[in-house]
């Protein structure tokens, strides 16, 4: 059973960065699509972006396009969502996923087998 532990949100102000990791324990990790999600208060959870097992292929939401970066360690177990240019409309709760024995990145919630817990960020004006 994999589980995973997000961290580094946090309260920054509107134009700045902040960088989430995702932590993994488990061997399956190095062969998971991992992705990131953001639930923001009313509304539905939404993909964010995802990465396939060798950090290779990248998949991102238009909403974040240019602006988040995601990439993975495999060494470290450890998968990082890099935010910049961050607006208001970032605010939500972001979770790690991970897709087990899966080689295509997914959007649909439905199409990940484990979650983390979710961490805070929020984006003052």
């Known amino acids: 059973q994999v589980q995973l532990v997000e961290s580094g949100g946090g309260l920054v102000q509107a134009g700045g960065s902040l960088r989430l990791s995702c932590a993994a324990s488990?061997?399956?990790?190095?062969?998971?699509?991992m992705g990131w999600f953001r639930q923001a208060p009313g509304k539905a959870r939404e993909f964010v972006a995802g990465?396939?097992?060798?950090?290779?292929?990248?998949y991102y939401a238009d909403a974040v396009k240019g602006r988040f970066t995601i990439s993975r360690d495999n060494a470290k177990n450890t998968v990082y969502l890099q935010m910049n240019s961050l607006k208001p409309e970032d605010t939500a709760v972001y979770y790690c996923?991970?897709?087990?024995?899966?080689?295509?990145?997914?959007?649909?919630?439905?199409?990940?087998?484990?979650w983390g817990q979710g961490t805070q960020v929020t984006v003052s004006s």
């Open positions: 990465i396939n097992w060798n950090g290779y292929s990248t």
């Open positions: 996923a991970g897709r087990r024995g899966k080689i295509i990145i997914a959007t649909m919630e439905l199409d990940y087998d484990y």
């Open positions: 488990g061997r399956t990790f190095s062969s998971a699509v």
